[in-house]
């Protein structure tokens, strides 16, 4: 560990991280620009095969930038698809961002240090930045926007030239340091861990934008919200703003224990996959297993839904369609099983349902997931944490559907628990509240 990173984490203050001069290559996890036909023809697209951990070199700081030092961070589902180098290498991102100017050019490397979720302590600023120093505990927000573009004033996902940091951009947050534009940076929630707060600002942030937010679907009290994955990372967080905003969460697992998982983080009701026909990651007939949810769902909660909670694509999308109430809404922020969907479109238009593209979170959005964290009414879903060295351990974790909730990664933190500057603030919410995946596994 480099003389900067150590100081990090012993605390150092603002006065002496700036004394010290920042490395000149660092650790990280990164893919590689030569192996991006490792795959070709292979069913079985392990990332364990093209993620790496080694050394790269320091970027230089641009004015309207910070340098943190990662502490934790954890994986995400685009983490997998960089690593698979599909639906296309991202390099391509990375090329085409460093044509815009000198300091985009920095990203276009051969490598591309991956993540998108960061929480740490800042040791540079840039000359431009105003609202951040050295020393301040933050995490990271995925929107990496243009504050020159009109439309990103309106909403910072509608620029252009928005995009996802560690993922269409370099210098991710798997990493002992990555480099972040101001417009990221969150105050950390004080009486959390670094491990507990780098789970949270990805998919606590997209879930919050796809329910809450009014450029999402706009939920309220009361509503019923069917929530596809209630137990992996993006579902634990949308199940607990349901019933945090007072509406009725059905969550829907494939497994008993995920199930389990489900109810701890606030489902109502939870319904295996099993149930209702669908057995596998192919699409299964949008009619009958609708029929056969839209059963279960208004025997459990006397409706159908408001609301349904759309992340996994090709193999549910039909049968979400199909199962939300009329007039109701269907959130799409992804499709993890296949972007090509099919639905019958009579579903749709004569039973006046809408479709809502939604990506990312802007950082008003984020600012106020945040906050949530802060007050302790949301809980991070961290189920497990691995050190930088097994990133890519962690990556096959999320690749096969093995894990529920988040899966953490320590990079410079040495060891989990560190990182509480509100142990009052902890006392009072409850160990045992904190991480609801967690106390569940030890039960």
Known sequence: MDALAAAAVAGATREELEALPAPRRYTAAYIHANDTGLFNNVQDKDVRKSLHVGMVPMPELAPDEALVAVMASSINYNTVWSATFEPVPTFAFLKRFGMQDRW????????????????????????????????????????????????????????????????????????????????????????????????????????????????????????????????????????????????????????????????????????????????GREPADP????????????????????????????????????VARRGGTIVTCGSSTGYQHTFDN??????????????????QEQWEANRLFSLGRIKPALSVTYPLSEAAHAARLVQTNGHTGKVGVLCLAPEEGL???????????????VTPLRTLARA
């Open 104 to 279: 985009a050019q920095r990203h276009d490397l051969p490598h591309h240090v991956l993540g998108s979720d960061a929480a740490g302590v800042i040791v540079r600023t840039g000359s431009g930045v105003r609202r951040w120093k050295a020393g301040d505990h933050v995490v990271v927000a995925t929107a990496h926007v243009d504050d020159e573009e009109p439309a990103t004033h309106a909403d910072g996902m509608l620029g252009a030239e928005q995009r996802a940091w560690g993922f269409e951009t370099n210098f991710g947050g798997l990493a002992h340091y990555t480099l972040v534009r101001a417009s990221q940076l969150l105050p950390k929630a004080p009486h959390l861990t670094w491990e507990e707060a780098a789970a949270n600002p990805l998919c606590a942030g997209t879930a919050y934008r796809m329910l809450v937010s009014d450029r999402g679907a706009r939920f309220k009290q009361g509503d019923i919200v069917l929530i596809w994955g209630a137990a992996g990372g993006l579902g634990a967080y949308a199940s607990q703003f349901v019933r945090n905003g007072g509406g009725i969460a059905v969550g829907i697992v494939s497994s008993p224990e995920k199930a389990a998982r489900a109810r701890a983080l606030g489902c109502h009701v939870v319904i295996n996959r099993e149930e209702f026909g669908m057995t």
């Open 346 to 363: 009579r579903y749709l238009w004569m039973r006046l349902k809408r479709v809502i593209g939604s990506h990312g979170a802007n950082l």
């Open 287 to 322: 009619a009958v297993a609708g029929r056969h949810l839209g059963k279960l769902i208004r025997a459990a909660v006397g409706d159908d839904p408001h609301i349904v909670f759309e992340h996994v694509g090709q193999a549910t999308f039909g049968v979400s369609v199909y």
């Open 419 to 433: 990182g509480v500057t509100d142990p009052a603030r902890r006392a009072e919410i409850g160990e045992d509240n």
